[in-house]
């Protein structure tokens, strides 16, 4: 398995570092072939790091890009859980008001809504094991 799946999940459910997680994801992506499963996973972290910065249209648009490419590989992938995945960052965006979803906000109004921390579950044995004590590559 590639060490930079490790820094994005690192990245994703550790750090809570979006951006950083994007990155690792992104090269591995350029580097694998491009697989729409994995520009879910990236979009997925996209989508998060706008929200959290108050950009709710930008999130909300980069969502429903995402689970288009997460959606045919339900429920797993490359070890990790996309049903829980896909479930988690939906309950988020059912809790941002309808009205934010094309809009800009600032991020103490995101964090006032005290929306549910999205965990990417690790379902492989394997890929739990190398995670266990994982620090990134840097």
């Known amino acids: 398995m590639d060490e930079r799946w490790l820094d994005y999940l690192f990245y994703f459910n550790v750090e809570k570092n979006y951006f950083e ?22 979009q997925a972290a996209v989508c998060l790091y706008h929200l959290e910065n108050g950009n709710i ?18 429920p797993h992938y490359m070890g990790i859980d996309v049903n829980g995945l896909i479930d988690q960052i939906n309950a988020v965006f059912y809790r941002v008001p309808n009205e934010w979803r ?3 906000v600032s991020s103490r ?6 929306l ?12 739990a094991n190398r995670m266990d ?3 990134p590559s840097e």
């Open 21 to 42: 997680c994007h990155e690792y994801g992104e090269s591995l992506w350029l580097d694998s072939g491009r697989p729409e499963a994995l520009k879910g996973m990236i």
């Open 57 to 74: 249209r930008g999130g909300y648009a980069m969502w429903l890009r995402a689970r288009q490419y997460l959606q045919p590989v339900r």
């Open 102 to 104: 094309d809009k800009v």
């Open 109 to 114: 109004d995101v964090a006032a809504l005290m």
């Open 116 to 127: 549910p921390e999205v965990f990417i579950r690790i379902v492989d044995v394997d890929l």
């Open 133 to 135: 004590g994982f620090s």
